[in-house]
């Protein structure tokens, strides 16, 4: 009997005995239904026993069955802000990819960067890593894959590069497309699914709202250092190259720039949308909101996505830059799934269950609180190998947040440090969408990516523990050992 099959009859037996058998000390009714539904959910999410999206309606039938919540408060999560925030954010990316605007980037600033090899590699992770800020991570590894294809092809019709060259080469580019497309993500709150649901946990927990600037003002540099960190590593650590000038790979980025033609009316439409949006994000707290007090970030991703239905493609087209066609692309799997996570964030914060929880890990008192962040940043980075990472971290979110109760920690500490971990799982080709693209390829061994992402994934832990321990608190200005909620 396989995993799926296994969580498929382990999720309902947990839930039945956990509700209507187990009676823990000090756990209310009400409490003991969210347990006993979020262990539920979570068993079919851990396993994937059905769809994760499906799993995520899960809350809506369990949780005002049982006692938990009430349809409408549960059917709120599903209508969150911060799901909006993405909705738009994910239009403006489809009409990026629609009308190859992305392609066009990526291209220019490969060219940008030259000819030797190592520069080449570098070219493709300042690019995917880019694009990762604002599309999602997927689509961004599925685009740069042919380019970075071609240019390995390119490389093994030359007499003066030997077989094992260009196979360390592929190996290398494969990996770094990869890496980057996944660091990318953690520099925006729109630039990988995590970030929005701890973003959305901590509104519904403490009415907070972390606003885009505020998170791209830590993301950014953190993304920025570990993209420098792994380019190092894989050109001069896990892959060595004999032959480092590679003429014909600028050839090959040229013939591709040409096939694109110049920029048209369309991509410039969508890019100065794209340029307004970004602006708006970044100068909304301290700008714009003196005009509009109102403003937040998810209107402006719904003016910009709306904005795109509006515009005509061309001067002369009675066509629009987007239509609902290309938006039923959408990936509505992955605004469910920011919803089941909403909703137990709801249960845990109504019910006692948040509190009992906390009460019941006295173990963790008195342990150092860095030892402590180690083994959570540790802990779901290892996890989210085998594990969706936006699943992984809507479990848990709610569990670090009153751990933090217990250790008189502020709650960002935890919370920050996992959701930046689910970013960083480099070894499987499981672990992540841009894994598995790049795995596709076939100039990759399982082995390789075990051999080269299990010295990234130590890496990226120890690197974010530091920075979340001391440079978070600092740059969002927060007493470190202290609850404040």
């Known amino acids: 009997m396989n995993s799926k099959k296994i969580g498929l009859i382990l999720g309902p037996i947990l839930f039945l005995l956990t509700r209507y058998l187990f009676n823990f000390e000090g756990l209310s009714d009400q409490g003991n239904a969210?347990?006993?539904?979020?262990?539920?959910?979570?068993?079919?999410?851990?396993?994937?026993?059905?769809?994760?999206?499906v799993t995520s309606l899960l809350p809506i039938i369990l949780f005002p069955l049982s006692g938990a919540l009430t349809l409408e408060d549960t059917s709120s999560s599903f209508g969150h802000r911060y799901?909006?925030?993405?909705?738009?954010?994910?239009?403006?990316?489809?009409?990026?990819?629609?009308?190859?605007l992305h392609k066009r980037i990526a291209l220019n600033i490969i060219k940008l960067i030259g000819t030797d090899v190592r520069k080449i590699i570098l070219g493709f992770m300042i690019a995917t890593s880019f694009l990762s800020m604002w599309i999602s991570n997927t689509a961004t590894a599925v685009m740069m894959l042919p380019i970075g294809i071609a240019i390995i092809k390119q490389m093994k019709d030359l007499k003066s590069t030997s077989q094992g060259e260009n196979t360390i080469f592929g190996k290398a580019l494969m990996l770094s497309i990869a890496y980057s497309a996944s660091i990318g993500g953690i520099a925006t709150l729109i630039g990988t699914p995590p970030n929005l649901v701890f973003a959305g946990i901590v509104h519904e927990l403490y009415d907070i709202e972390i606003?885009?600037?505020?998170?791209?003002?830590?993301?950014?540099?953190?993304?920025i250092i570990l993209l420098t960190i792994s380019w190092i590593y894989l050109t001069r650590v896990a892959f060595k190259f004999p032959q480092t000038n590679f003429e014909e790979g600028q050839a090959e980025i040229n013939r591709q720039l040409k096939a694109l033609g110049k920029i048209g009316y369309e991509e410039k439409i969508v890019l100065i949308v794209f340029i307004l949006t970004g602006l708006a994000w970044i100068s909304r707290t301290f700008l714009l909101n003196l005009f509009l007090p109102n403003l937040d970030d998810s209107i402006i991703a719904l003016i910009a996505g709306i904005c795109l239905f509006l515009i005509n493609a061309g001067p002369d087209r009675d066509q629009k830059i987007m239509f609902w066609?290309?938006?039923?692309?959408?990936?509505?799997?992955?605004?469910?799934?920011?919803?089941?996570?909403?909703?137990?964030?709801?249960?845990?914060?109504?019910?006692?269950?948040a509190t009992w929880i906390a009460e019941s890990m006295v173990q963790l008192n008195g342990s150092s609180v860095i030892i402590i962040l180690l083994v959570v940043v540790a802990a779901v980075?290892?996890?989210t190998e085998i594990t969706s990472n936006l699943a992984t971290i809507a479990m848990l979110l709610p569990i670090l947040a009153p751990t933090a109760i217990l250790l008189d920690v502020h709650p960002y500490l935890l919370m920050v440090g996992a959701t930046l971990s689910a970013s960083c799982a480099f070894m499987l080709p499981v672990a992540t969408p841009p894994n598995a693209v790049v795995f596709g390829s076939k100039y990759l061994k399982i082995s390789d990516m075990v051999r080269v992402g299990l010295l990234m994934n130590v890496i990226s832990i120890i690197f974010i523990l530091?920075?979340?321990?001391?440079?978070?608190?600092k740059i969002w200005d927060f007493n470190l050992f202290e609850y404040p909620f």
């Not at 925030?85 to 489809?94: D, P």
């Not at 920011?338 to 019910?351: N, P, R, Y």
């Not at 530091?466 to 608190?473: H, S």
């Open 211 to 223: 606003s885009f600037l505020q998170w791209i003002i830590f993301g950014l540099p953190i993304s």
């Open 466 to 473: 530091l920075m979340v321990y001391f440079v978070l608190p």
């Open 83 to 100: 799901i909006f925030l993405y909705l738009g954010g994910f239009i403006l990316a489809l009409a990026i990819e629609k009308w190859n």
């Open 381 to 383: 980075n290892f996890l």
């Open 34 to 53: 969210v347990l006993a539904s979020t262990l539920w959910i979570a068993i079919w999410w851990t396993t994937e026993a059905i769809p994760i999206a």
């Open 325 to 353: 066609e290309d938006a039923v692309k959408l990936p509505w799997g992955i605004l469910l799934l920011f919803g089941g996570g909403l909703a137990i964030a709801a249960g845990f914060q109504e019910s006692d269950l």
